[in-house]
């Protein structure tokens, strides 16, 4: 019983719940902001926007490294096919953790807007300004999101009838502060 | 008639060349370029107008003697992006219905050695004219003059983003201007 409850480890925790709030910041700006009439503030959130996801795909490289190098604790017992829909649902938010931020900085490039992270550290251009190909990266990257949005909901209902109705350690073990 | 013609070209010919220096009159507006580069939360946007006119006569054996003249139709602006083409044409920006044009009027031209000069003037842009102080270089290239330069205009000075726009927080107050000249002589011209 004793390995069911070992928790994930403090930087995979730290890692988890940063990315977790700058997805949960992200998100909703990139939407409000894409609609504004051209503004200083639309500038503004753009930029911080931008910030966000970069600091994402920052993050994103050790804390892929550190799970490749890392066994996570045992999965609790569920159904098999729970358990698989739980290991598919984690990986492909680790793909689209760092193809959005991706996709967001090519699609950056693409529209002649270089990203200066944090004004100040400019981010090189991997593709060069085009109109066609800004307008299709931006398409690209506002699927991504809405499939980024449905995983991050089914990892969260996930996450929530582990604690509600299987009343196991699922979620306990990846909060901060926990015992 | 036909050989008066000819006559009246030749000797055109022959005054240009008894002047022995070239000067530089004809600007290729196809090889000219207009361009300048703003900063947007430390971006770097660039863009250009794609629509001026301008009158150079500068002789290479006089340059302060130069004079020039440049007039930019501020409606052909390619500011990065379809978005800010619409919005700088409005009222806070350039106000282009008001004010079509800008104007840049030289008063003189100091050579600073070397292939190195200095254009000294008065810009006005939206009814607000000020001092400008513009470094080139000037080279010939075959038969034309090849002029380069540049300068950082202050686009406060001539209200250029008005309103929430004065915000230089989110458009750095300095916009990089750069042209390039090409102009050919002038004796080319009589042709």
């Known amino acids: ?179 | 008639m036909k050989i008066r013609h000819i006559a009246l070209s030749a000797a055109a010919l022959l005054l240009a060349g008894a002047a022995q220096a070239v000067e530089f009159k004809q600007v290729d507006t196809t090889k000219s370029s207009l361009a300048f580069s703003s900063k947007q939360m430390g971006v770097p946007v660039p863009g250009s107008f794609k629509k001026f006119t301008t009158q150079i006569a500068f002789d290479p054996a006089k340059p302060t003697a130069a004079s020039t003249t440049l007039e930019i139709d501020l409606a052909s602006i390619d500011a990065g992006s379809k978005d800010a083409n619409d919005e700088v044409v409005g009222k806070q920006w350039f106000n282009v219905k008001a004010f079509p044009t800008a104007k840049f009027v030289s008063s003189g031209v100091k050579a600073l050695g070397g292939n190195r000069y200095e254009a000294l003037g008065k810009m006005t842009i939206k009814g607000q004219t000020r001092d400008i102080v513009a470094p080139f270089t000037f080279k010939q290239d075959g038969a034309n003059g090849v002029f380069d330069g540049g300068f950082v205009l202050k686009r406060m000075d001539f209200n250029i983003g008005e309103g929430p726009w004065a915000d230089v927080s989110a458009v750095a107050n300095e916009i990089e201007i750069k042209f390039h000249v090409v102009a050919a002589p002038a004796a080319a011209a009589k042709k």
């Open chain 1, 1 to 179: 019983m004793s390995s069911y409850t070992q928790r994930y480890s403090g930087p995979a925790i730290a890692a988890h719940w940063l990315i977790a709030l700058l997805i949960l910041a992200a998100f909703p700006l990139g939407l409000y902001m894409s609609d504004l009439p051209l503004s200083p503030n639309k500038l503004k959130l753009y930029s911080y926007h931008k910030w966000i996801g970069m600091t994402v795909l920052l993050l994103f490289v050790p804390r892929l490294l550190w799970r490749l190098t890392h066994t996570p604790p045992k999965a609790l017992p569920m159904p098999a096919w729970q358990h698989k829909i739980a290991e598919g649902t984690h990986h492909l938010l680790y793909l689209l953790m760092f193809l959005v931020p991706l996709s967001g900085w090519l699609m950056s490039s693409a529209k002649g807007f270089q990203v200066v992270y944090f004004g100040v550290l400019p981010i090189p251009d991997l593709i060069g300004k085009s109109e066609e190909l800004g307008e299709l990266l931006k398409e690209v990257h506002e699927a991504l999101n809405w499939g980024l949005f449905g995983l991050v909901g089914l990892h969260v209902a996930g996450a929530l009838k582990h604690h509600i109705i299987d009343r196991d350690s699922t979620l306990r073990r990846m909060l901060p502060f926990g015992k």
